[in-house]
């Protein structure tokens, strides 16, 4: 009972401090809680969407001349397998739609939504009244979730050089080929909107889809890859590639990386709140054992042991540690929602919470053992405090402090020399200060030179994900001769350079492996190479470090490479990285290609302008070489439409931060500054009465914290320059990423320091205001 009359007694004692303290540990723990409940969900979220929309485990697309009877029968004689489906589907290699506010250009696979079927049955989020009319088209859910697409809108489509218009009647879930990072998009047309579709394009666009659903769906990448070992021939065909195949595994592997970063960001930036939250209890330990060392004395000589007063100390923060973090885990539900709109943004997935208990005892437990070891290290020394020193307020010897801003020598305004002599009176309390100042700079640091390579300067981001800058890409027809036409391009006005840039799929000692071909590697802008240089000769090849873990290769090893019944042994001449295909990719040259699939000539001509505009551009050559060349990509456009999905999610990201920083920055000065007044009241009432004005007084504390939030965000400035990609490396590791080299816009990262300086001047001003309250009367008063 003693224990807990002494604990109330302390918390009543500090309601400001404890209010601030307690608003610290919600937020860490909302935060907390907030990530392990995203990482912990993500496990297996698709694989629950999965199985709510009764979709196959394993698809593949191709088109109908390319297809055997052998591939179904693959899956229906594999054990593994329980259910497989075969149906007819219109399968389009390359069609232009608009996306957001850009056109993106991409495979579409066009499903009859009539037609009776076990996997992926159209199940709609949102339809029209009224009967399906010719015309009307069912699209993915990220088309209104990323695109910005509503009920009724028009939705035009491009193939081969006639548009398709469409009415979109609904949306709907799908776990395969959803979201335009696959590659590929799925569309149902009602009946008669899909013979329509049929009588149009003809037989060139019949494709067939085999599904099959597994009896264990973690199976299901080791029969895919099962599949493509034993079918090798159905990639040859490099020059028209129509064949796609996917499982769950892979697709649950490329859509959740993305929201398991922002997961991990957040964890991360809770662990700094927790981190900020423990340096302010042992401060506030600290301090309130010098402030109330005389009441400690007075304690000890009335009986109360060292013991029970530790206890009493440690009860504290305890309770305010627990109650916060279940007030921060209860809030967090309230968040969730927001953070489920962008899971929903960039998986095309609704995603739906509910109460986790197990993630909120290990959030509180965490919070609460942390600040429980805080406590106990900063209030040992309580056992050390004898009554009669604590009655003399802890003075042991005789201590004179050297003077080192004497106002009668000292350079510098009156006011500037008092703040200064203010600032060298408290150096624990500016050290704890800084130190929380710099920890969040950081963060914030972090969540800005994110979103600043995300939204505006892309070229960093975009070479990450593996993808080429060019500003469009000419796909030669058929029977062109790619050569010339590469050659012919490379002399035209305005073309900087061009450029072979294929993609493939072969096997690397048995593993199938996404592969790159181009002519001269060196002209491309995303030198993803990091150890040694990408393949010059016919017999080189570059694979990216996680296949060369995979295989167990290094820079200077063979690796035997097979494309249909060939095969050939080649160098590995350097180490990559990307995040594509889940950071599996190799590549090769033309002629090194030509080793294993002979009849291969270069397909997609990169081309990178100088001082032209990619439409006029793009229109010159439609009406220079007509039917000569293909399809003709603006990738600007491209990448715009494919990176807008992610904007919305990092933006979400940094304004949480930076919302999250200012209050933090406000709470740490209103704890300190608070404290300060009341420890300072008769100083301050005396130099008020001496003729100094609150305004004064105030300047002088708001200016004795000003080199100490200086120095915090020098130092978390400097340290989230050099170390954003540090720690972006660390959480992009598990993706396929072994290096980042995010742009770091040191103007930008100025401003946000200076904007943190000044936001933190202001609030020092703002809560010194209590200076105004204490006057000469009030003291002599009391």
């Not at 807990?4 to 723990?29: D, E, M, Q």
């Not at 594999?78 to 850009?102: C, D, H, Q, S």
């Not at 002209?523 to 990091?530: A, F, G, M, T």
């Not at 470090?545 to 001449?573: C, F, R």
């Amino acid at each position: 009972m003693k224990i807990w009359h002494l604990t109330s007694a302390n918390i009543r004692s500090g309601k400001s401090a404890t209010f601030s303290l307690f608003i610290l540990i919600v937020i860490a723990g909302l935060l907390l809680n907030l990530g392990l409940a995203v990482m912990t969900k993500m496990g297996s979220f698709f694989d629950e969407k999965s199985e709510q929309l009764s979709e196959s485990h394993i698809v593949v697309l191709t088109k109908q001349s390319n297809y055997k009877p052998d591939y179904r029968e693959y899956f229906a004689n594999r054990p593994e397998v329980a259910a497989t489906e075969e149906e007819a589907i219109i399968l389009m290699n390359a069609v232009k739609f608009l996306y957001g506010e850009n056109d993106i250009n991409m495979a579409a696979a066009f499903l009859n939504a009539d037609a009776d079927r076990s996997f992926g049955q159209v199940r709609l989020i949102e339809e029209l009244e009224g009967p399906a009319q010719d015309g009307d088209i069912y699209v993915p859910l990220s088309f209104q979730a990323s695109a910005g697409y509503k009920l009724g809108d028009s939705f035009d489509m491009t193939y081969q050089n006639e548009t398709f218009s469409y009415r979109i009647k609904g949306f709907f879930e799908t776990t395969m080929m959803g979201t335009p990072n696959m590659g590929i998009m799925k569309y149902f047309l009602p009946d008669a909107s899909y013979r329509h579709l049929v009588e149009k394009v003809g037989d060139t666009a019949a494709g067939t889809l085999i599904s099959a659903g597994l009896h264990d769906s973690k199976q299901s990448s080791e029969v895919r890859q099962d599949f493509g070992k034993q079918f090798p021939d159905k990639n040859m065909d490099v020059n028209n590639p129509l064949f796609w195949e996917g499982d769950i595994e892979l697709v649950k592997s490329v859509g959740s990386i993305t929201i398991n970063v922002v997961a991990m960001i957040l964890v991360a930036f809770a662990a700094v709140i927790v981190l900020v939250s423990l340096m302010v209890i042992q401060f506030r330990v600290t301090n309130s054992i010098d402030d109330g060392i005389v009441n400690i004395g007075v304690l000890k000589a009335l009986g109360y042991t060292s013991r029970q007063i530790i206890v009493a100390t440690i009860l504290q923060f305890l309770l305010i540690a627990a109650a916060a973090g279940i007030v921060g885990a209860a809030l967090s539900y309230g968040v969730l929602p927001v953070f489920g709109s962008i899971v929903t943004t960039l998986s095309g997935l609704i995603w739906t919470t509910g109460f986790d208990a197990g993630v909120n005892g290990v959030s509180v437990l965490l919070i609460t053992l942390m600040v429980l070891a805080v406590t106990l290290l900063a209030s040992v020394r309580i056992r050390s405090l004898q009554p009669v020193t604590a009655l003399r307020g802890g003075i042991r010897t005789h201590s004179f402090r050297r003077n080192r801003f004497p106002l009668d020598r000292a350079a510098g305004s009156l006011h500037w020399l008092l703040a200064c002599k203010a600032m060298i009176m408290n150096k624990k309390q500016n050290i704890m200060v800084a130190c929380v100042i710099a920890a969040i700079t950081f963060a914030s640091i972090f969540s800005v030179v994110l979103y600043y390579n995300v939204a505006s300067d892309k070229t960093a981001f975009v070479h990450l994900v593996g993808a080429e800058t060019s500003n469009v890409i000419v796909n030669a027809a058929p029977e062109t001769d790619s050569g010339k036409l590469l050659a012919d391009m490379e002399g035209m006005d305005g073309v900087r350079k061009a450029a072979f840039l294929d993609m493939t799929s072969m096997k690397l000692d048995g593993q199938s492996v996404f592969t790159t071909i181009s002519d001269d590697f060196s002209k491309l802008e995303n030198q993803s190479v990091y150890e040694g240089r990408y393949p010059k000769y016919d017999n080189e090849i570059a694979v990216t470090w996680v296949v060369a873990k995979l295989l167990g290769k290094e820079v200077g090893d063979t690796v035997v490479a097979e494309a249909g019944e060939a095969s050939y042994t080649y160098l590995i001449t350097g180490l990559s990285q990307s995040i594509s295909n889940l950071g599996q990719a190799a590549y090769i040259t033309v002629p090194g290609a030509q080793q294993v699939m002979p009849g291969y000539t270069g397909t997609s001509i990169n081309v990178y302008l100088d001082g032209v505009d990619n439409g006029s551009f793009m229109e010159q050559i439609k009406a220079q070489y007509g039917s000569e060349v293909g399809d003709i990509v603006d990738m600007n456009e491209m990448i715009d439409g494919q990176t807008s999905i992610y904007i919305s999610a990092v933006f979400a990201v940094m304004v949480i931060v930076l919302l999250i920083t200012i209050l933090v920055v406000s709470l740490i000065l209103y704890l300190v500054i608070k404290k300060m007044i009341l420890k300072r009241k008769k100083e301050l009432g005396i130099l008020k009465a001496t003729g100094y004005t609150t305004f004064q007084l105030m300047t002088q504390i708001a200016l004795s914290f000003v080199p100490v939030v200086i120095a915090g965000v020098f130092i978390g400035g400097v340290l989230g320059t050099l170390y954003t990609n540090t720690v972006l490396t660390l959480l992009l590791s598990g993706a396929g990423i072994n290096k980042v080299d995010f742009i770091v816009h040191v103007p930008l990262i100025a401003a946000l320091c200076a904007g943190l300086i000044g936001f933190a001047y202001g609030i020092s001003m703002l809560v010194s205001r209590g200076i105004k309250r204490i006057t000469a009367y009030g003291l002599i008063a009391e």
